[in-house]
């Protein structure tokens, strides 16, 4: 592997649009909550507004990591704690069997450090998908996405259903010729296949100490790794996946690796270009910590209250030495709050970081 480039405040390129584009994702934003609101008669997320399980955990940094892994919140060997949410990316709640991609967020408990401006608490929050680069390239053809989105969110689900059903039809001949459209898994034709055997991406960088970074989270223990890529008939079952992640964890621990990719090729490997997905044959995924999630129950009332009402998680919750860097990220800066804010204010529910 080559030698890893060093951060440098230029490897982000900001356009002197961006301002507009995100009042605009604001408003789409809120859209689509104030329709939802209405629906439920409940504040959901914008986007990833169904959890599949919530989980608490420990994450242990690996010691005797090279000095360029070696960095930020994982500079040395210890065990924070750790909060996780299984989601899946629409922004309404829907059955299941609209088969859509699936999001992790990942919460750091007790992590020192200069922290990111605005953020409260001891927190670091990874952010992640179930795909190794984002769907659009930066946040003016994210927002054309999106605005499809808020104007698809009261569209009956027996419409979805069937929709999703014809997508998953074609993404699966796909797939048997070796190939797979990001599109049509997004719009709802992501494989009926089990959340927790998915291996999640921050699909666009961060900084990484001196450094730059992508992070993953894959499954490792044996009981997780036989579920990759495992059928999953959730048909009939509008919670079926938080059902089979409730029935896994009351059985089982989880466990992961959280891995780092460093950024070694300014021109293979953008910061801007949140679309591209950066050679791994160039800077492989290298683990750095391991994530342990013992046996519990995955989603309980005291859960939803703590976890899914009374939590944000933004990867601006964090320190500088993990800045978020790109389009899609300095786009999350505005929009991840005024979310977060619509939930607290229409369910009353204050929404703050956990401390120690």
């Known amino acids: 592997m080559s030698a890893p480039i060093p951060y440098h405040p230029s490897v982000e390129q900001p356009r002197t649009d961006e301002d507009d584009i995100h009042a605009q994702m604001l408003a789409t934003f809120a859209k689509i909550q104030t329709t939802t609101f209405a629906d439920y008669g409940r504040a959901v997320r914008g986007v990833h507004a169904k959890s599949h399980g919530l989980l608490d955990g420990q994450i242990e940094v690996l010691p005797g990591l090279p000095p360029e892994l070696a960095q930020g919140a994982f500079a040395r060997a210890r065990t924070y704690d750790a909060i996780l949410r299984f989601s899946t990316n629409p922004g309404d709640i829907l059955d299941d069997s609209v088969s859509t991609p699936r999001g992790l967020a990942l919460k750091l408990v007790g992590v020192e450090g200069e922290r990111l401006p605005a953020a409260e608490g001891t927190t670091q929050d990874f952010v992640m998908a179930n795909a190794p680069a984002f769907t659009a390239p930066d946040d003016a053809a994210f927002l054309k996405s999106l605005k499809l989105l808020a104007a698809t969110t009261d569209t009956p689900q027996v419409f979805k259903k069937a929709f999703s059903a014809v997508l998953r039809g074609v993404e699966t001949v796909l797939e048997s010729v070796g190939t797979k459209s990001p599109t049509l898994i997004s719009m709802g034709g992501h494989p009926e296949t089990h ?28 009981e997780l790794t036989a579920l990759t890529g495992a059928s999953l008939n959730v048909n009939g079952k509008p919670n079926g996946l938080r059902e089979a992640v409730t029935a896994f964890f009351a059985e089982h621990e989880g466990v992961w690796e959280l891995r780092a990719q460093l950024r070694t090729n300014d021109e293979s490997m953008p910061v ?5 997905p950066w050679p791994e ?22 859960k ?50 956990p401390g120690r």
């Open 195 to 222: 959340i927790l055997g998915e291996t999640f991406f921050s699909q666009v960088p961060v900084r990484w100490g001196d450094y730059v970074a992508k992070v993953a989270v894959a499954p490792v223990s044996p």
């Open 272 to 276: 801007e270009d949140a679309s591209v």
């Open 281 to 302: 044959d160039e800077s492989p995924y290298v683990a750095v910590a391991r994530l342990t999630v013992p046996r519990q129950d995955a989603w309980s009332e005291e």
């Open 304 to 353: 939803q209250h703590r976890i899914d009402d009374g939590l944000a998680f933004n990867p601006w919750h964090g320190i500088e030495a993990h800045r978020p860097l790109g389009a899609i990220m300095r786009a999350r800066r505005a929009a991840y709050p005024a979310s977060a804010g619509f939930r607290a204010e229409h369910n009353g529910c204050p929404i703050h970081e």
